[in-house]
């Protein structure tokens, strides 16, 4: 966060040069600023500010947030997911407060890049920004929402789910078809009705049960 304080300048010549001091976040106002999707969350203990002479605020504080996303898992494990991370402030209407971000929109995804886990199940792919305002009670506040678009990795549920089922339907063409006995081909069926069965098991542990529509996946 970033803000500008008037009342808040020095002289440095007269401060023995000093232009930039760090001083606890409580000494000043701040701005007040909530997530709406946030469900939980871990702050840290850096709340210090940076003040330079001329007035400018700097105030820094990595935390940890989990967010409440809708999920759309039709085309799992082929799906895209998108999240919204709204950060607004209700306490200050938009005549007092207007949000606005630093950075664009590819600035700060080759940021997240950096930062962000690249060999995890999920890739991250884009972020959108959208600055706007929002009437609540007869007053409009200012928000900014960030969209972030996530792209899941299908490799490790295609050698786990989609292989097995394949070779299990496969299996079971053959031995419908083939040459072998009655008892045999019942046999074989139990064997492979047993199988499909652990697959589903494990299928719906892993997906979530959030999603409107069940995955295309699960209901063949």
Known sequence: QEWKNTFATWDPQEFCNISKISLPADMYWTPPIFILERVNGQNTNMDYVVITHNGSFNFTQPFQ????CSLMILKFPFDTQMCNLSVASFLYPVTDLVM???QTASEMMKNSQSYFLTD????FT???ITEYTEEMDGEKFSLVTFVVSMERRPTLYILNLILPT????LLDM???FGPSSLEE???FQITIILGSSMLAVILNNILPT???????IGTH
Do not use: D, F
């Open 185 to 187: 081909k019942i046999s």
């Open 120 to 123: 995890g199940e999920w890739k």
């Open 65 to 68: 947030v989990t967010l409440s």
């Open 210 to 216: 959030s999603s409107n529509k069940p995955p295309i």
């Open 174 to 176: 053959a031995v419908v």
């Open 126 to 128: 884009n972020l959108s």
């Open 166 to 169: 394949c070779a299990l339907y």
């Open 100 to 102: 606005k971000t630093r």
